[in-house]
């Protein structure tokens, strides 16, 4: 019944708001795009510290906001004040649970030797999985004084930006891989915070800092040649002007003009301001001057592929379209004909802008995630226990009410949520894993999920080699490789993006060391590994065959790159599928432009949100990020005040 209630309000909104709405996811989209291609970029990984790498995180896209915004359901906010009697099984297992702290230790930021203070029975929200969107969100949830429970099954927080440490004998010292993005930009404290980019408005929010090495380049490795990309890749004398002369920076001109009007759509109204209720009147209201300013076909050309903007403004030469296409790929995961336009706008910004700059956060991307455990914990407000496995999301009268936990006793303990539950799982994951009772969702809504279509998985190489200061200062921190322009970016073995954290960042390797990672983005196929098992000797060798592309890759950046490894690890996707219980180990959902939306975070089941990388606004840390304050903001009208209050502040930064 409150549905009801809600829809006239809805309708009345929608016109003025589904645009902003649109813009918005635009701009988380477009957010996501630029961490995204941290995210999606480069890196992945895996755990302990032993055979693999870690996948990365996928490419995405957004799309149709105005779908997504219309199909929201309306929202359980009304129900929070009634107070429900606990399901005796909650009753049962909360009160004898006080002794069960032990098997969930806590995160980073407890350590040392205390053993972490065990958990409570209830806490307002529970998050399932720390990837960079429920931290996001359990960050903000901190911050608008919920009491907050992060529940991860790995050891490390972090999801796919987990990172992990090996000690090495030879080098006497330890490498710091990264095991998924790597690739980031707008988180530099000592840089004016964008309101476009969701991570730097958490990291803001919860008054954390990421310190970062700025830089402005990174190396391609094109059929063409090799190029030092920067700011001036389109101007007079750089590559484009290299390769294609005159008429390609022309074309590359016409283009950076259509994109400066979407640019300034996608600034205009931030993540921070969307949320899945009716609220979204007010809070995207306070933005609606500034988007409303703006010519409303250009934002409309946000939801677009952005095929249709490199077409529209004229673009022929083969060089600058399959330069564009590879960015696309790297960012979204899928070429520029299903890459939402709103994301590259807010990427070629972060691109291309006279000042624009790339952040190494110092210590890997772990840092990151440290940081966002820190806005977790420090008020004693929140918790991220790791090694803690939810088995079950509990769902009582079509509601969530807590999660059960694997290992606890005697069956597993159940942690009551009193507001709601947070689910940082893939869709493919919430929907089949069966950590929800598969008839506690409509038949209909979990086949739309299930059939959300997948990017294929990747191969990961992590190496530690040997290599002084001099010769790291002549490496770029990034190289984006492509074998043959005849073959499309999204065939196996023809791309491959390659990241050498130490060239900015000494603590990754002890002295005389260095760490990289190398990667094919959304390329592998799974089938080649579904039947195959791992540590057996067929896996083995199936790892060494797929792994030869990328040191053939490696080779071309540092030719003796075999003789100076002294550790090496590949990582596949069973090892994606493993370490990140992703189905299937994908890189992400492949939404296409123009064809799906990515889903807004409400489900029908009340008070259960989702957030991760098959929500809006999509694949990529900034997109990720951008999720979890969604969901966060979604979880109640309560937030409504918190969030406001945040807007305020990044308003008057506008
Ligand atoms: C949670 O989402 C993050 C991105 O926020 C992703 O890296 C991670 O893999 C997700 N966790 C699971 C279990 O899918
Ligand atoms: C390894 O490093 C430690 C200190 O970090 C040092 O005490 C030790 O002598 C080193 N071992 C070798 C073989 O160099």
Known sequence: MRRPSHLPLLALILPSVGLVVVDASFRSSLSSTASTSNARGWSVE?????????????????????AAFVALPPHPAGRRRRRRSLPSELAASSSSSSSSSSSSSSSSAASKNDAPPPLSDAYDVVIVGSGIGGLSAGALLCHYGYDVLVLESHYAPGGAAHGYSVFNKEANGTFVFDTGPSFFSGLNPNVKAKSSNPLRTI???????????????????????????????????????IVSGNGGVDQWRSLMEGMEPLARAVDAMPTMALRGDVGVAL????????????????NLKLTMPFSNIIDGAGVTDPFVR???DVLCFCLSGVPSSGTITAEMAMMMGEFYDEDATMDCPVGGAR?????????????????????????????????AVGVRLRKDPPNGRVIRARKGVISNLSSWDLMKSGIVRPDA????????????????????????????????????AHYIYVDEWERSVTDEENCALLSVPSVHDATLAPEGYAVLHVYTPATERYERWENIRRNT???????????????????????DIRRRAVHHQVGTPLTHERFLNRHRGTYGPAIYAGEGSFPFPNTPIDNLLVCGDSCFPGVGVPAVSGSGIIAANSI????????LGVLRKLKAQL
């Open 636 to 643: 109640s009208f309560d937030t409504i005040g918190g969030q």
């Open 367 to 399: 840092s990151i995630v440290n940081a966002l455990v820190r806005g977790i914990e420090k008020d004693g407000r929140g918790r991220v226990a790791v090694r803690s496995h939810v088995s079950e999301i509990c769902v009582e009268d079509g509601r």
């Open 283 to 298: 809070t995207a209201g306070m933005f609606l001057p500034n988007f409303g300013k703006l010519n409303p076909l250009e």
């Open 322 to 324: 399959n330069w564009l």
């Open 203 to 241: 990291l803001d929010v919860v008054g954390e800092r990421v310190d970062c090495v700025p830089y402005r380049t990174f190396g391609l490795k094109f059929p063409e040649g090799d190029f030092v990309h920067s700011p001036n890749f389109g101007m007079p004398s750089g590559p484009i002007d």
């Open 46 to 66: 895996d755990r302990l510290g032993r055979p693999h790498p870690p996948p990365p995180l996928p490419p995405t896209t957004t799309t149709t906001i105005r």
């Open 537 to 559: 000797p067929e896996y083995d060798q199936l790892k060494e065959e797929r792994s030869e592309f990328l040191w053939r890759v490696l080779e071309k950046v540092i030719p």
């Open 441 to 476: 969702f409509p038949p209909k809504f979990v086949e739309r999920r299930v059939s959300t279509p997948a990017c294929p998985s990747f191969m990961h190489l992590h190496v530690g080699f040997r290599m002084n200061k001099e010769e790291l200062s002549a490496l770029q």
